[in-house]
C-alpha cells in the first residue's frame, strides 16, 4: 500500500530524513520507532501530504505524492485518519459534534452523518457519552473519541502520533486493544510513532527504528526484539550481552505451551541457559530464552530449533 524509497526530506541546511526506504503492506500495523527528532513525525507527515520531500519518492496505492495537486492532496487526506497525543478535540462540542465534524466540512447530508457517528461511536465503545463535553471524559476515552472522528471519513490508513503518551498503562493497553480490534475488523493500514516499546511490541507487526534520519534497523517485530541491533539496545538503554568463551551462543523464543522445551535443550544438548525473561507480543505472552552450547551440540540443536519452528537468532556462533 505505502512504498518508500531514498526519500529525503529537509528544512533548510537541516537533513530530517535521509534515503528512507521501507514498505507498508494493506491491513498491516507498522511501528516507527526513535528518539524525539530522530524523524519519525516528519515521515509521518510527508505520507499524508502534509510535509513535502526534495527527492526519493513516496507512493501510496501506486501514486506519488509529490506528483499530486493540491486538490488531489486534499482527496488523498480524505482516506488518511490522524490521531495525537493530546486527542486535539474542540471542547466547546459534544462527542457527536466531534465525530461529526470532518463529515460536516466535507458537506456530508445530515441522515449520512448521524448514522456515521453512531456507527462510529458503537465501534469504539463509547456509545454512552454521545452527548457529553470531551471535559468530563476521561483521558481513554477522549482517545476513543479521537480515534472514531479519525474514522469518520471511511479512512483507509490511519496514523496514530504519540496517541498513547499521555495514558496511563492500563488505559494504553485499553486503546491498544481497539487499534487491533479495528485493524481486523475493517483492514486497516495503522502507522503508529511512538517512543514506548511496549507500545511496539503489543500492536505492531513491524518495526523501523530510526536515528539521526535513517533507519537504523527494521523488521518483523519479534524477530527485531531477539536480534537486539545495537539501534535497539540504545532504546532500551542496555548493553549487549557479553557471550561465554568458547561454543555458540543462541536466543529463542518460546510460547507458553513450548516452554517443556527449556529442561530437554538442557539436558540433551547439555546447554547452559545464560538468561530468560518474558514478553507479550499483539496480546501473546512469549519467554526469550539465552543458551551456550558446544561446538559439537550447536548443529543440533539448531535442527531443533528447525523442526519446532521456533524464532531464534545466533548471537554467537559456533566455530
Not at 503508529?192 to 523501523?208: A, F, G, K, L, Y
Request: aromatic share 6%.
Amino acid at each position: 500500500m505505502i512504498e518508500i524509497q531514498n526519500l529525503c526530506k529537509s528544512f533548510g541546511s537541516l537533513e530530517v530524513l535521509k534515503n528512507i526506504s521501507l514498505s507498508i503492506r494493506t491491513g498491516e500495523i507498522y511501528g516507527l520507532v526513535g528518539r524525539s527528532g530522530a524523524g519519525k513525525s516528519t515521515l509521518l507527515r510527508c505520507i499524508n501530504g502534509l510535509e513535502s520531500y526534495q527527492s526519493g519518492s513516496l507512493k501510496i496505492d501506486g501514486t506519488e505524492i509529490r506528483d499530486l495537486s493540491k486538490q488531489q492532496i486534499r482527496e488523498l487526506r480524505r482516506g488518511i485518519g490522524m490521531i495525537f497525543q493530546q486527542f486535539s478535540l474542540i471542547e466547546r462540542r459534544t462527542v457527536y459534534q466531534n465525530v461529526a465534524l470532518p463529515m460536516r466540512c466535507w458537506k456530508y447530508d445530515k441522515q449520512t452523518v448521524d448514522k456515521r457517528v453512531r456507527e462510529l461511536l458503537e465501534l469504539v465503545d463509547i456509545s454512552e457519552k454521545i452527548d457529553e463535553r470531551p471535559s468530563v471524559l476521561s483521558g481513554g476515552q477522549k482517545q476513543r473519541v479521537a480515534i472514531a472522528r479519525a474514522l469518520a471519513l471511511d479512512s483507509k490508513i490511519l496514523l496514530c502520533d504519540e496517541a498513547t503518551s499521555a495514558l496511563d498503562p492500563k488505559t494504553t493497553r485499553s486503546v491498544l486493544n481497539l487499534l487491533r480490534e479495528i485493524n481486523q475488523k475493517l483492514g486497516l493500514t495503522i502507522i503508529v510513532v511512538t517512543h514506548q516499546m511496549s507500545v511496539v511490541r503489543e500492536v505492531c507487526d513491524t518495526i523501523s527504528i530510526l536515528e539521526n534520519g535513517k533507519i537504523a534497523a527494521a523488521g518483523d517485530v519479534k524477530e527485531v526484539f531477539l536480534q537486539k541491533p545495537d539501534a535497539l539496545l540504545t532504546l532500551l538503554g542496555q548493553e549487549r550481552m557479553r557471550c561465554p568463551d568458547g561454543g555458540g551462543t543462541y536466543s529463542f523464543l518460546l510460547a507458553e505451551q513450548q516452554l517443556d522445551l527449556i529442561p530437554a535443550v538442557y539436558n540433551r544438548y547439555g546447554a547452559r541457559i545464560l538468561s530468560t525473561g518474558t514478553s507479550a507480543y499483539k496480546g501473546e505472552q512469549f519467554t526469550e530464552v539465552t543458551v551456550n552450547v558446544k561446538n559439537e551440540n550447536a548443529a543440533q540443536l539448531k535442527d531443533l530449533f528447525a523442526k519446532q519452528q521456533l524464532l531464534w537468532h545466533a548471537v554467537r556462533e559456533a566455530s
